[in-house]
């Protein structure tokens, strides 16, 4: 039988505020463990939670950059269960008031819904010590610093129909986190998790499938590798005959499976009640109106923007968009004037290359908006090749320097003399006659290895318009 996957996505985000969801802990990532913790985020008896404004604020603007109804009043519940992570024995988590309904995320003109985001605070982090047994060690040790650093759950409707699409939605949201500033979506420090739940039906029906839920996704490469396998694993059982069970189960990047973890527990085995010592929030509309008015150019519009303003791909949007801080560089060069296509094919191109090899972040750059337009603007006025040009971004990206600079620095200046470049094809063409009399015959295929010749015998910096011009001068002379 033919089945269709039916995919949804929960993203946990850790928000950027300086302290903790419900105390005045920092909230700084890589401290020595347990140096950031007091008594209201290990549960201490007798102690009182107070709400952090900025975790609010940023809930809110997700949910606007979203365009998610924001509730008018919401609350905060206990999630009970026990986990050695956990020492209060409960999470404060939002059940069934949710800050945020509703909303939806745009991939290639396909709109994927969100169901709900809400707030809550994390737990703890385990780490497993010593040698063997469980998990391949002896013995575990706790680290509450992360116990109680707000984060949103972001819960997408199942209407993501491949691993792919999963990749691009995921993309899409942590990008929309990073413009908006309430996340920095750094996948290995934990700020940003996705768990998964696929489920898949035969095509055309309507009823949804079983579903399993993958936990354990550590990379957006994790996700697909994982959405993948679930979806063959699934079509192997239902093909067997036999039912998909409901379950949590664990991605092994190692073996490159997934591994049943627990039964998938339902709410009520959380027994979730409101949190008696927060009261209920009202969320005052003047305030969501002046967050409103804070809120930047998201990835969307830009991508537009650059298609019908300035004539980009859609592939080449996407991928300068994707990076803040490259495509904040691109708007300040092609302010100043520099060449949009240009700009975009040397970004996309040899920087994108440069950062791989090097492994290094966009923002390690020497790069600046000012070099940009004024390399754009040396191949313009034809004082450099534009593959000399290349050389000299390479040079940029390493280091700060100045175009001109390095142009002079390389003796990269393209020579545009026609006197001196006369000189040069006359050259190539005396010390070639055979292929100049194979041009004559009619081969005229010869004239591109008079341009290579006389490339090679500049250095590449000889005005390729200019030698055209030369090539068809001299040639009609050798003709004749
Ligand atoms: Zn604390």
């Not at 209201?40 to 809110?60: D, E, S, Y």
């Not at 290349?390 to 545009?416: M, N, P, R, Y």
């Amino acid at each position: 039988m033919e089945y269709e996957p039916v995919i949804g996505l929960e993203v946990h985000a850790h928000l950027k505020t300086k302290t903790k969801a419900f105390c005045g802990c920092p909230t700084e990532f890589g401290a020595q463990p347990n140096t950031q913790v007091c008594p209201v985020c290990v549960g201490m008896p007798g102690v009182l939670p107070v709400v952090n404004k900025a975790m609010v604020a940023c809930a809110i603007k997700v949910g606007l950059a979203l365009e998610c109804t924001i509730s008018a009043t919401t609350k905060f519940d206990r999630k009970n269960y026990f986990y050695p992570d956990l020492p209060k024995g409960y999470q404060i988590s939002q059940y069934d008031e949710p800050i945020c309904r509703g909303g939806h995320i745009t991939i290639r003109n396909r709109k994927i819904r969100i169901h709900r985001a809400h707030m809550e605070e994390d737990a703890g982090k385990l780490v497993h010590a010593g040698a063997a047994g469980l998990h391949g060690s002896d013995y575990s040790l706790v680290d509450y610093n992360r116990g109680g650093v707000p984060l949103l759950e972001i819960v997408s409707e199942p209407d993501i129909g491949s691993p792919e699409e999963a990749r691009l939605y995921l993309t899409e949201l942590r990008n929309i986190l990073r413009y908006i500033d309430v996340c920095d979506g750094n996948l290995e420090e934990g700020s940003f998790r996705c768990d998964a739940n696929v489920s898949i039906r035969p095509v055309g029906a309507t009823k949804l499938g079983t579903r399993a839920e993958i936990k354990n996704l550590n990379s957006f490469r994790a996700v697909q590798r994982a959405i993948q396998y679930e979806i063959e694993r699934q079509t192997t059982i239902l093909d067997s005959g036999k039912e998909v069970v409901q379950e949590t189960r664990l991605w092994n990047e190692s073996d490159g499976k997934t591994h049943p973890m627990r039964s998938k527990e339902e709410a009520h085995d959380y027994r979730y009640f409101p949190e008696p010592d927060l009261v209920p929030l009202v969320i005052d509309r003047t305030w969501v109106t002046e967050l409103s008015k804070e809120m930047p150019e998201l990835p969307e519009v830009r991508r537009q923007r650059y298609m019908d303003n300035l004539k980009l791909s859609y592939d080449d949007a996407f991928v300068i968009v994707e990076s803040k801080e490259m495509s904040d560089l691109f708007d300040q060069a092609v302010k100043l004037g520099a060449s949009a296509r240009d700009c975009s094919n040397w970004l996309i191109g040899p920087t994108l290359a440069y950062l791989r090899e090097e492994k290094k972040e966009f923002a390690d750059l020497a790069l600046t908006p000012k070099n940009l337009y004024d390399l754009s603007r040396a191949v313009n006025d034809g004082a450099v090749s534009s593959t000399a040009a290349k050389q000299v971004l390479i040079e940029l990206l390493a280091k700060k320097s100045e175009v001109a600079t390095i142009i002079k620095d390389l003796g990269l200046a393209q020579v545009s003399d026609e006197g001196d470049l006369r000189k040069a094809v006359s050259a190539v063409l005396d010390a070639n006659p055979s292929q100049v009399e194979e041009f004559r015959q009619g081969k005229t295929k010869v004239r591109q290895f008079f341009f290579g010749e006389i490339m090679k015998a500049t250095k590449g910096k000889a005005n390729p318009q200019i030698i055209n011009k030369l090539l068809d001068e001299l040639l009609v002379q050798a003709k004749v």
